[in-house]
């Protein structure tokens, strides 16, 4: 047993997977709830679009001062505290439309009948909710770093599998919630309540201490994150922040897309959604043994084909003039691929990074993943608008196009990974 650790090593991974897990679950929570949302505020695309900027607004403003919380007191102490905000947080969000006074307003541009500052104090919480997303992130991945060197292989996969597979569990109870019409206030106290249960049991087998390189141990806690910073670190950046922009606008936009271009019923719209998770999380599990026989390089490019081939094959569907079970199916198949595409990129970038030598290592991670998480929530609210302009199903193309470039700088991993 390490030195470090004062109980078994796996019930540290077990523990820091399951804040992974709750990271995806709360996140996934607010994503799948998004279209009622949408319906109750009576928001188009462009509105839907402008109000979701608060979140990576929250993030932007939120990244050099995560990255100093994490680095003066240590991902333990801040994770612990954003698992608890992280959930509570999103409750606030829920509990907004209560908030609405009989006789509101109606909205600018074709809005419904909530009072109009409910949209204002809903875009004010969200944003709040951006910034702690972002201190949580931050922390379980330097967490997620530090058990992988105890075990000294790699394992960051089956963390990013436990984010996935809480994004596939919380799919399914967002579908349900939503065909029994239970509001999301009651919904997102369910995830508080599950936050609270994970403090409870898994609080006590966190690294107490973070790792630190040689060349770090003499420096000093910043708000710049990207200090020290070289190519390599920001190339990792960039496709960490393609393939979470992928993922990112399955989450937030692809039970629109089925809905408004695929045409399926209501109770199906969130089939695209569901089947990307799921492929996400099953392959996650798998992708360190796969990584280890076929090499990051080959199984980089992989991904971006498949990113690329997904949304395409989802745009085809409608586009050639399919409809009911058999767009369905084309569609789901295709947010399938998507999901198996963008589930090994993140975790290599991670494991690449941790590996490189020349940078402070544990702030060469906050940076890659800060990057790639801007492209998750910033992704979405600009599709909105591009959907304004040019119609939905040519902004996944456009994504799709994203997605290959994947495949194209995957090469630039070699000698260097």
Known sequence: MSTVLEAPKVRYRIAIGVFFFLQGFTFASWAARIPDFKEVFGLNEGQLGTLLLAFPLG??????????????????????????????????????????????????????????WTVYV?????????????LHNLSVNTQAVGVEKEYGRSIMGTFHGCWSLAGFASGLVGSFMAAHSIVPFFHYAGVLGFGLIVLLFCHRYTLKQD??????????????????MDSFVLLLGFLAFASMLCEGTMYDWSAIYFDQEVGVAKEYIRFGYTACMLAMAAYRFLADGIVNRFGPVFIMRMSGLMT???????????????????????ATVGSALVGLGVSSVV???????????????????NAVSTIGFFGFVMGPPIIGHLAQWIGLPWVFVLVALLGLSIALFAGKLRGNE
């Open 59 to 116: 993030q932007l403003l939120g990244v050099p001062l995560s990255g100093y919380l994490v680095e003066r007191f240590t991902s333990r102490r801040t994770l612990l505290s954003a698992a608890f905000l992280y959930p509570f947080t999103l409750t606030c969000l829920g509990f907004i439309p209560f908030m609405a006074m009989p006789g509101g307003v109606t909205m600018p541009g074709g809005g419904g009948p909530m009072p109009s």
């Open 122 to 134: 809903f875009g004010a919480v969200l944003f709040l909710l951006g910034l702690i997303a972002n």
């Open 211 to 228: 790792v630190v390189s040689e060349t770090a141990k003499d420096d000093k806690p910043t708000f710049n994150i990207f200090k020290g």
């Open 308 to 330: 690329a081939g997904g949304f395409l094959l989802m745009v085809i569907a409608p586009w050639v003039g399919l409809s009911g079970i058999l767009a369905l199916v084309v």
């Open 347 to 365: 975790p290599i970038c991670y494991g690449a990074v941790s590996r490189h030598k020349g940078v402070v290592a544990g702030r060469a991670i």
